[in-house]
Structure formats: C-alpha cells, structure tokens
C-alpha cells in the first residue's frame, strides 16, 4: 500500500527517486525475513520501514522548500542524533 503512496506522491527528483527504491528494497527485505524466520505478518514487517521514509521525505521537503532553513534542519537533525540518507 505504502509502495502506491510513495510512487504516486513523490516530485521527480534524485533524492525522492533514491528513497522510493530504498524503501522498496527494505520492504521487500522485510517481508522475506518475515516470512523465513515465520516472525510476525510478513505483509506488517513489510510496511515497517514507513515513518523512516516518510521522515526522510519529509526533511527532503523542507529541504527544497525553504533552502533558507538547511542550516537549521542540520542542526535539529545533528541534535536529535538523526542520520541523513
């Protein structure tokens, strides 16, 4: 579900293409683990990488929408230990 989401909401840029392609791959990673090891729903597992990529794309947002905040999103992010992808 979250895979039509991000496919259909995301701007035609790198970054957003770039996290698109790594959410795919942790879902599908997800849900085979999942499925192997018979450890929770392999369709929740799946769905789990969600907020971090919604995150992600978030902060990319602000990032192209206001340029003038770079320098304060770095630091919120330096502060709460956030790596950026």
């Known amino acids: 579900m979250h895979q039509i989401i991000l496919s259909q909401s995301l701007p035609a840029t ?4 770039k996290s698109y ?3 795919l791959e942790i879902s599908h990673c997800a849900f085979a683990i999942s499925q192997v090891s018979a450890i929770g729903k392999p369709t929740k597992m799946a769905a ?3 907020a971090h990529d919604l995150r992600s794309m ?4 602000l990032r192209q929408k206001n340029p003038w905040l770079e320098y304060l999103i770095d630091f ?3 502060l709460l ?3 950026s992808y």
């Open 14 to 17: 790198p970054a957003f293409q």
């Open 76 to 78: 919120l992010m330096l």
């Open 81 to 83: 230990l956030v790596p």
């Open 21 to 23: 392609i790594r959410s």
């Open 48 to 50: 789990i990488d969600l």
């Open 58 to 61: 978030l902060i990319e947002l």
